[in-house]
T-cell receptor
Framework: NAGVTQTPKFRVLKTGQSMTLLCAQD?????MYWYRQDPGMGLRLIHY???????AKGEVPDGYNVSRLKKQNFLLGLESAAPSQTSVYFC???FGVGARGETQYFGPGTRLLVL | DQQVKQNSPSLSVQEGRISILNCDYT??????FLWYKKYPAEGPTFLIS?????DKNEDGRFTVFLNKSAKHLSLHIVPSQPGDSAVYFC??????????????FGTGTRLQVTL
């Protein structure tokens, strides 16, 4: 039981390049999330999904796209990377319902540097 | 607009003493609160939570107190141990959003437990 895994762990991009971050969970969770963490800002929600085939915008969605084609995977795409997207990206998942549904479980993070 | 605030960026406590981490929120619709712990280069891990119908929840050395009238919660760690040294995030959610488990995070407090 690996929990939430993220690929890659670290990546350097040049401005304008594109890339996809992959998140996978093996807990059969319905809800999945992408956050970014910047110094002094806490974690901010980029996009989230309440089930396979559905996605929704979070607090800071601009410049990112997501897809949830399979229940266990949640992809975050950067079409044209900008230096402002240099950050640490965390994926999380949760049951979404029930007494403990609101507890989210996080992956180890992807550190992205955009030059 | 920071709806969840952790006004102390850092805290240093001696081993064996009590650590008290504070969190304030502004949105009266929040009804579920969580604390996460984060070590460097790792994702946040769930620590303890509390529903708004309670004012205290305890789990071993960790206790969370909720004061709804003051919109304030605190995390007590007794006794503090060197392994508790980490960044602690307060998070809140509200069922009013229509979809459970959308968490709003504070900016974190770095706890250092000294020998």
């Amino acid at each position: 039981n690996a929990g939430v895994t993220q690929t890659p762990k670290f990546r350097v991009l040049k401005t304008g390049q594109s890339m996809t971050l992959l998140c996978a969970q093996d807990m059969n969770h319905e809800y999945m999330y992408w956050y970014r963490q910047d110094p002094g800002m806490g974690l901010r929600l980029i996009h989230y999904s309440v089930g396979e085939g559905t996605t929704a915008k979070g607090e800071v969605p601009d410049g990112y796209n997501v897809s949830r084609l399979k229940k266990q995977n949640f992809l975050l795409g950067l079409e044209s990377a900008a230096p402002s997207q240099t950050s640490v990206y965390f994926c999380a998942s949760s049951f979404g319902v029930g007494a403990r549904g609101e507890t989210q479980y996080f992956g180890p993070g992807t550190r992205l540097l955009v030059l | 607009d920071q709806q969840v605030k952790q006004n102390s960026p850092s805290l240093s406590v001696q081993e064996g003493r009590i650590s008290i981490l504070n969190c304030d929120y502004t949105n009266s619709m929040f009804d579920y609160f969580l604390w996460y712990k984060k070590y460097p280069a790792e994702g946040p891990t769930f620590l303890i939570s509390i529903s708004s119908i309670k004012d205290k929840n305890e789990d071993g050395r960790f206790t969370v107190f909720l004061n709804k009238s003051a919109k304030h919660l605190s995390l007590h760690i007794v006794p503090s141990q060197p392994g508790d040294s980490a960044v602690y995030f307060c998070a809140a959610s509200g069922s009013y959003t229509g979809t459970a488990s959308k968490l709003t995070f504070g900016t974190g407090t770095r706890l250092q437990v000294t020998l």
